[in-house]
């Protein structure tokens, strides 16, 4: 059972590009989760995501972020005009459909580097 | 805003045990301590989670005090390999989400 994959493991971007991160959960799993980790700091949550559907998206920036979970296919985190402080390292997560504990399982992370 | 504080670094010889705090006192009835560690910049790697009792599994023990306001994680016999940050959360079934402080740094010495 393939745990969860992220792609592409590393992505340099000129500012104003677009970056797009992709993870697919492990298998059975209907919850996403995005994080974003700034060096030497702490995971820092962003959105998750049920298939075809946002339920918390309070960590994202409003703007030029966005993220999808669709039908089919992985979950797909947008950034668009891509600023330097974007730089960072993106993990995803995945977990089962939530019962009343709920362990996450983490993917190795997009890192993104802005130049 | 994480509802955990941990001590930002600690050292333990090869062989001991690694004890490892973790203070949350406005822990609520129904949330989990959850323990998770990260080598290297790697993926977040689960460990052990638990709600009242003490836990333990292959890879180490949990130990949560009866008001639940801390709990350590021990690792009976720390190796090189177990250098990492390990971060402490308490996770809240009602927001499904993890928030994570800033962990604590162990290096394991040779």
């Known amino acids: 059972n393939a745990g969860v994959m992220q792609n592409p493991r590393h992505l340099v971007r000129r500012r104003g590009q677009e970056a797009r991160l992709r993870c697919s959960p492990m298998?059975?799993?209907?919850?996403v989760y995005w994080y974003r980790q700034l060096p030497e700091e702490g995971l820092k949550f962003m959105v998750y995501l049920q298939k075809e559907n946002i339920i918390d998206e309070s960590g994202m920036p409003k703007e030029r972020f966005s993220a999808e979970f669709p039908k089919e296919g992985p979950s797909i985190l947008r950034i668009q005009q891509v600023v330097r402080g974007d730089s960072a390292a993106y993990f995803c997560?995945?977990?089962?459909?939530?019962?009343?504990?709920?362990?996450?399982?983490f993917g190795p992370g997009t890192r993104l580097t802005v130049l | 805003d994480a509802k955990t504080t941990q001590p930002t670094s600690m050292d333990c010889a090869e062989g001991r045990a690694a004890n490892l705090p973790c203070n949350h006192s406005t822990i609520s009835g129904n949330e989990y301590v959850y323990w998770y560690r990260q080598i290297h910049s790697q993926g977040p790697q689960y460990i052990i989670h638990?709600?009242?009792n003490n836990e333990t599994n292959e890879m180490a023990s949990l130990i949560i005090t009866e008001d639940r306001k801390s709990s350590t994680l021990i690792l009976p016999h720390a190796t090189l390999r177990d250098t990492a940050v390990y971060y402490c959360i308490v996770y809240d079934s009602g927001t499904y989400k993890y928030i994570f402080g800033t962990g604590t740094r162990l290096k394991v010495l040779a």
């Open positions: 298998k059975g799993h209907s919850h």
């Open positions: 638990g709600l009242k």
């Open positions: 997560a995945s977990s089962p459909p939530a019962g009343g504990n709920n362990e996450q399982f």
